[in-house]
């Protein structure tokens, strides 16, 4: 088990170095001159030989090669660099990361219990009220776009109704800190976790549906067993690796539904930084937010890889 | 004596394949969900094609009537600046609709394609195909897309083709490799490799007929998540230009808080327009996954 | 015959299924009585209802199978008393009666042992499972009871392979785990389907041999549902024969191997391989394929496919005549004996 562990973490490495290098490489290919941004033209003009200082000075003149292992150690160090507005990016990070971990954590937490239970009651009871209503909502929830879900959500709750801020993440001189997160996390979360929730209960519905048709799940009958205790023990145990992974899978489309929720709600997270350095074309901020986003991606699939070892005696025991 | 019962079983064969081919289409007309599916998919496409074709004015902005509310003469009202949006929906249909088709098929080739090869070859092959699409993987796609989109520094039709393309092979890579995978050990394909076939005639002539039904069902659902994919891009602000509507970008004014709260028309038409679409090319998707594979559902 | 000769009783079962709005009915009125300590035989080709015929006794089927029968009536023979139980009165297929018999009285082997053990717990604990149930016993109990078994099964090390998951099995060690699940709690009648289909013909024997024991020394009831004709004639007492879903011929062993009757039964014979075939003697194939019992044509299902077809026999459902006592035969060939349910 340990050997299977240490060797997942030393694949994450050789992952993350190719990625930073199609980061790094990619984004240099776009030919976008860090200088145009820390001095305006007029200046450029005048100085030019200034200029060539500060290039030399912050190693713009260096071979990529060098740039890129500089870049590298760097990052190494806890030194993300700083934005083209001179901000440095892990202090803003420091402030945003934490809000796009609640937002994205407590959907995935949310929409995994409620789409996987509706999803396992669903196939249990096969053509039900349950089952039915809930495939009407997945089909809807599948069919609207994540933002206009948000739009929708903000014209009533929070205009119509006044019940929630349609933006932010905190309000200045909130008193309680509790409240003031809930109140602003509410709706963020709703959005994000509707869609997931859709996907989820059609996956759970039909990996159970599977599972109940196997034949241990007859043996388990033969037994003279509860029914259930066939269901839960012999059906969902084995039903669970395959919604599992496709949690797993989810992630991605969670956190890129994050960069779109964190648009609609003007949330500061670590999808909006990225949004706006994209549109500013502050590369060395997409670079930053890019790897770590991947970083988080790896580190996701690592721990459902050993979860999924953990449940499943044919990995924990192979090998 | 041969010959007789060789065109015998021919036409047996034929006959059953006929009979099959009745049995799908009745089992999918009974479908309603998939029926209506297919209705609305069609009649949408035809209307905004015949808004193409009769270029109905989309970009003229008419300053005098901004922001107007649904009437005769506009039937969905105009936008922000003066212009008809019934006009831009439909002109905003094609788009996103060639966007979601465009991307769908090429990405479900080239993910065939490559999952044909890493799944029949295994081995290195398999290997390196594997870590590239691992590579792939370990962003959202939406981030994908945006870093290409930064990377590539210019927002046009023809990039954002490209992107969606480039970022949406991965899921049917997947599952036809893990098909091929299993698919390779039958006897038939042996029969055929002890027969000295080519390799690209067992791959592609062979196994590849076997594995269409899932590629025909996951290629048109990818129509739908392109679709959505595109308006959400265009939300945020990093998809095609203004200048080229499509369902997304016209939603994108629903960015302001105003237009949301008073001028409901400007979102609620391209986000029916969109749902609707979406929705129904998921019952097609489903109702065509029901008759061609019924196996996973 | 009383009901301690008899231990299960099955009279006019139809078991039909629903698909695409359709009804198929797979079982036709089929009847049978398995006598108690004895082993009966349900030979047939493949879908000809002999599964089905087992699982819908068991009520395993799903929701859209439809199954009614004027009567599958259970024997119990506990302490020289009989209790009679009639399944076909009871209504939920998993409920508390259905639940109570299964496992201390009638049980099941399942064809395919690679799929029928549930993959991420202990065998051991696969096997204790039904004893808990019904037993109330604690774990620790439970589990000397299992060793036991796997010692009586010919489980080599048991009090280690008790530990294992299923992957950890070979098939044919499966296969007598999911013995020992069905023999668990001691029941009468155990019955199995295909149980050596998936296995190497070694292992075959082994098993058959393991279950021709436990008949023999335990005296308990077998139905074995097979194709295999060598299986059937070391293993069984009495022979059910069925095609497209009712029971062509039905008798003893020598009834059905030495004095055969219906045609279908005839060609089944022919049809297997024997050791010492003569030099370009061909193996006898039946000709034709089964008919697909979503369309039938009225009379015998045989018909088509029937050396010996008459006109007659194309005109309408074929009663069942008793040729001798015992040996029951649905043919019109032998339309002079006398005519039985």
Not at chain 2, 203 to 229: D, K, R, Y
Not at chain 3, 213 to 234: C, F, P, R, W, Y
Not at chain 3, 275 to 303: H, M, R, V, Y
Request: hydrophobic content about 45%.
């Amino acid at each position: 088990m340990l050997k299977f562990i240490l060797k997942k973490l030393l694949m994450m490495i050789p992952m993350l170095l190719v990625i930073s290098i199609i980061v790094f490489f990619g984004l240099q290919a776009t030919g976008i001159d860090p200088i145009n941004f820390m001095v305006s033209p007029e200046v450029l003009s005048a100085n030019a030989d200034n200029v060539e200082a500060l290039r030399e000075s912050l190693g713009l003149n260096d071979p990529l090669i060098v740039q890129y292992f500089r870049w590298l150690g760097n990052l190494l160090h806890g030194d993300f660099g700083y934005a083209f507005d001179g901000t440095s990016i892990a202090s803003t990070l420091a402030v945003r990361m934490p809000y796009t971990f609640e937002l994205a954590g407590y959907s995935l937490i949310l929409s995994a219990v409620i789409g996987i239970g509706i999803g396992i009651i669903s196939a249990i009871r096969q053509n039900g009220i349950i089952d039915y209503v809930g495939r009407v909502l997945a089909v809807l929830g599948q069919a609207v776009p994540q933002f206009l879900v948000g739009i929708i959500l903000i014209q009533i709750f929070s205009i119509k109704l006044g019940w929630f801020p349609a933006a932010n993440r905190v309000s200045p001189g909130a008193t309680n800190q509790f409240l003031d997160a809930f109140q602003h996390l509410f709706l963020p979360v709703t959005t994000l976790t509707i869609g997931m929730v859709a996907v989820l209960m059609r996956y759970a519905r039909n990996t159970m549906l599977d599972v109940l048709n196997s034949d241990y799940i007859k043996t388990a009958r033969s037994k003279g067993i509860p029914e259930w205790k066939v269901y839960l023990k012999h059906g969902f145990r084995n039903a669970m690796k395959p919604v599992l992974v496709i949690l797993m899978f989810r992630i991605p489309t969670l956190i890129g539904g994050s960069v779109v929720v964190e648009s609609v709600f003007s949330y500061p997270g670590i999808g909006m930084t990225m949004t706006n350095a994209i549109v500013a074309n502050d590369y060395n901020v997409v670079m930053v937010t890019t790897l770590i986003i991947a970083a988080t991606m790896l580190i996701c699939s690592f721990m459902v890889d050993v979860l999924n070892a953990i449940m499943d005696p044919r990995v924990r025991l192979g090998e | 004596m041969s010959n007789t019962t060789t065109t015998s079983i021919k036409a047996q064969n034929k006959s059953a394949s006929s009979s099959l081919l009745k049995k799908n289409i009745r089992k999918f007309l009974n479908n309603k969900l998939a029926v209506f599916g297919l209705i609305v998919v069609v009649f949408m496409t035809l209307a905004c094609i015949a808004g193409a074709i009769f270029q109905v004015d989309y970009a003229t902005p008419n300053l005098t009537s901004m922001k107007a509310a649904p009437d005769s003469a506009h039937w969905f009202g105009t936008d922000t600046i003066g212009r008809d949006l019934y006009a831009r929906v439909l002109f905003g249909g094609c788009y996103s609709i060639l966007i979601g088709v465009f991307c769908a098929v090429l990405s479900s080739v080239i993910g065939a394609v490559l999952g044909a090869i890493a799944g029949y070859f295994g081995g290195k092959v398999d290997a390196v195909i594997v870590r590239i699409s691992e590579v792939f993987q370990a962003f959202p796609q939406l981030v994908l897309v945006m870093m290409l989109v930064a990377i590539l520094n210019k927002r046009g039709l023809g990039n954002l083709l490209f992107i969606f393309v480039v970022t949406g092979w991965m899921t049917t890579f997947r599952m036809v490799r893990n098909e091929f995978m299993s698919l390779k050990g039958e006897t038939y394909v042996k029969v055929c490799e002890a027969f000295g076939m080519k390799r690209s005639n067992i791959m592609f002539n062979q196994i590849l007929p076997n594995v269409m039904s899932p590629i025909i069902v996951s290629t048109t659902t990818n129509v739908a998540f392109f679709i959505l994919q595109e308006a959400s891009l265009s939300f945020i602000g990093l998809g095609v230009a203004d200048s080229t509507p499509t369902w997304g970008n016209i939603l994108n004014a629903a960015k302001s808080v105003s237009v949301v709260t008073n001028q409901w028309w400007i979102w609620v038409f391209p986000g029916l327009a969109i749902s609707l679409f979406v929705l129904a090319i998921n019952f097609l998707g489903d109702g065509l996954r029901d008759v061609l594979d019924p196996k996973q559902q | 015959m009383d009901t301690k000769e008899i231990i299960l009783d099955v009279k006019n079962l139809n078991t039909t299924f629903v698909s695409d709005r359709k009804e198929v009915r797979i079982v036709k009125n089929v009847s049978f009585q398995v006598k108690r300590g004895t082993a009966l035989a349900v030979v047939g080709e493949s879908g000809c209802g002999k599964s089905v015929t087992m699982n819908s006794i068991m009520r395993f089927l799903g929701k859209n199978a439809k199954i009614e029968a004027d009567s599958i009536q259970y024997n119990a023979l506990r302490d020289g008393k009989v209790t009679e139980y009639h399944l076909e009165q009871i209504k939920n297929p998993n409920g508390p009666e259905m639940r109570a018999l299964r496992g201390p009285d009638m049980s099941m082997v399942f064809q395919d042992p690679m799929s029928s053990l549930n993959p991420v717990y202990k065998v051991g604990d696969q096997v204790a499972e039904g004893l808990i149930q019904h037993t109330g016993m604690k774990k620790k109990e439970a589990r000397e009871k299992v060793l036991e078994m796997f010692r009586k099964l010919g489980i080599p090390d048991p009090e280690e392979r008790i530990d294992c998951y299923p992957h950890q099995f070979s098939g044919g060690m499966k296969q007598r785990v999911v013995i020992a699940i069905a023999m668990i709690c001691n029941p009468e009648l155990i019955i199995c389907d295909e149980p050596t289909t998936a296995l190497d013909v070694t292992i075959q024997a082994q098993i058959m041999e393991l279950l021709k024991d436990l008949q023999v020394k335990e005296g308990k009831s077998i139905v074995l549902i097979t194709h295999n004709m060598g299986l059937v004639a070391e293993m069984a007492d009495e022979v059910c024969v069925m095609y497209m879903g009712r029971v062509v011929e039905f008798g003893s062993l020598e009834d059905v191997f030495d004095r055969t009757s219906h045609p279908y039964t005839k060609a089944l014979l022919r049809s297997v391989p024997v050791l010492g075939l003569a030099d370009g003697q061909k193996l006898e194939t039946i000709p034709g394929s089964t008919p697909n019992p979503a369309n039938l044509k009225p009379g015998c299902e045989f018909a088509d496919r029937c050396p010996e077809c008459t006109a007659a026999c194309r005109e309408k459902d074929i009663p069942t005549f008793e040729i001798s006592p015992g040996h029951r035969v649905r043919c019109l060939k032998y339309k002079n004996f006398p005519e039985v349910e």
